[in-house]
């Protein structure tokens, strides 16, 4: 399978890289034009993320084959892992024991290892490891310093198999969430537990939803069976999974995971078989665990099929988007120009106006009547008397005066117009009128 897929995921990667480094050109070019900041971050698509989720699915490639266990709080995952393996790998309490990410492999003798963030680490015994979780269970601390724990034990299907216990969806910390849905493109196959006693309220369907959205092969494992009094209860159960949440699932069972463990505690095999874990069992071994190369193959293909498909419903949309707020640009664009038609002839007749009727109009009545009172008058004497009437500081200060009440004028008159057509956006498409709004500005700083 690295063979052949490793070569695909590095050319996408490639692709990727270079779009970025495109996308990095073309945020220079705008940013050198003062367009940049008129642009949220939704206007280029970043593809690091992309990035990450496929080199991710490259190293997937050398690993074992991950089964992983999701579903809500205290729905029984850590009991149904016990009841599998038939041994107390995994804790198990009143309350939420698995707080992190733990995955049980292969190993000569029962033991558990912690990792720490800060790399560090300890072994102990899986008793110790027990009494170690159940002390912390409350300690916030001690969950945010854990990174992963290792639980070692001898079972030969785990040679080429990680099975991981995650924490319950409605229990997890906002970092652990985080943690656990990066994790989803790295797993091979899902046991999804639901609690059978509050199949109503079905939280899990969002989480379920970005599961399904990465194709990969997920099996519904409804505990708790035992608790419900009805006797078509697997019929009606398998019939309302399949009503709310169709072609979710590539099988569903019906089991007790407690009754499978309390019946391994008094070596009940007829228990056991009746417990429903002996069907998922035999399920895992002679179709998840003797086909999971294929499995594995096939989850690897869909998830990068599915990483390709966003990037490209991503690019899409915002291609849409981009094709929308250029629209939008012209439109606001020609009615920026008519608005400033109408202001530029608006200051033509009002400076027209104010020549004729205001500008050294003292200064004229000054001269006129110096004319009526003087019937003769040397020409040289009469041009002096008008210099002195008509200085160079009496014509600044007119026209400093009327060039400031222009400028206030024009700004008014922006102003105005933006409002005019912020109304004929408004409801329409509001959120880009601001993005129009802060381009005209900078027009206007220009």
């Known amino acids: ?28 070019t705008i940013q050198e034009e003062r367009m940049l900041p008129l642009l949220d971050g939704s206007f280029f698509t970043d593809f690091s993320t992309y990035i990450t989720e496929l080199e991710k699915l490259k190293e997937r490639l050398d690993v074992s084959f991950n089964l992983v266990i999701m579903g809500e709080f205290k729905s029984g995952k850590s009991t149904l892992i ?9 804790s198990v309490d009143v309350t939420e024991m698995t707080c992190t990410l733990n995955y ?36 916030p601390g001690f969950k945010e310093k854990v990174e992963k724990i290792e639980i070692r034990y001898n079972y030969e299907s785990l040679k080429e198999l990680k099975i991981w216990d995650t924490p319950g969806l409605g229990s997890m910390t906002e970092d652990n969430r985080d943690r656990v849905l990066e994790f989803i493109p790295q797993a091979d196959a899902v046991l999804w537990v639901f609690d059978g006693t509050l199949l109503g309220q079905m939280e ?64 009940d095999d007829k228990g056991y078989d009746e417990s429903g874990i002996t069907e998922i069992l035999d399920y895992l071994e002679n179709w998840i665990f003797k086909k999971k190369k294929y499995i594995a193959c096939s989850s690897t293909i869909n998830t990068l099929k599915a990483i390709c498909d966003s990037i490209m419903e991503k690019l899409e949309q915002h291609s849409q988007s981009h094709i929308q707020r250029i629209n ?29 009727h205001t500008f050294l109009e003292e200064e004229l009545q000054q001269i006129l009547l110096l004319i009526n009172q003087s019937h003769s008058i040397d020409t040289d004497i009469f041009k002096d008397i008008v210099g002195n009437i008509i200085r160079e500081d009496v014509i600044n200060n007119y026209s400093a005066g009327y060039i400031e009440k ?41």
Not at 82 to 90: E, G, T
Not at 420 to 441: A, P, V, Y
Request: net charge negative.
């Open 1 to 28: 399978m690295k063979q052949e897929l490793s070569p695909i995921i590095d050319n996408i990667i490639h692709i990727c890289k270079k779009e970025n480094s495109n996308l990095t050109l073309s945020s220079n």
């Open 82 to 90: 016990n009841s599998l393996l038939k041994y107390p790998v995994a």
């Open 104 to 139: 049980i492999t292969w190993g000569e003798k029962p033991e558990g290892e912690l990792f720490y963030r800060d790399k560090t680490g300890e072994i102990m015994t899986l008793e110790q490891l027990d009494r170690l979780l159940l002390e912390k269970r409350d300690d």
């Open 204 to 267: 899990e369907k969002n989480y379920l939803d970005k599961v399904k959205k990465l194709g990969k092969y997920i099996f519904a494992i409804v505990n708790k069976i035992d608790e419900i009094d009805s006797e078509d209860a697997e019929s009606a159960i398998k019939d309302y999974i399949e009503d709310i949440m169709p072609g979710y699932f590539n099988r569903i069972f019906l089991c007790s995971a407690l009754e499978g463990w309390k019946a391994l505690e008094r070596k």
């Open 328 to 356: 939008l640009m012209n439109e606001f664009n020609k009615k920026v120009e008519e608005g400033a038609m109408r202001s530029l002839e608006r200051v033509k007749k009002d400076i027209r106006d104010y020549v004729n």
């Open 406 to 446: 222009i400028k206030n004028q024009t700004g008014d008159d922006f102003t105005s117009l933006l409002r005019e057509i912020q109304f004929g956006f408004e409801g329409e498409m509001t959120e880009n009128f601001q993005f129009c709004r802060l381009w005209s500005g900078n027009m206007v700083q220009d």
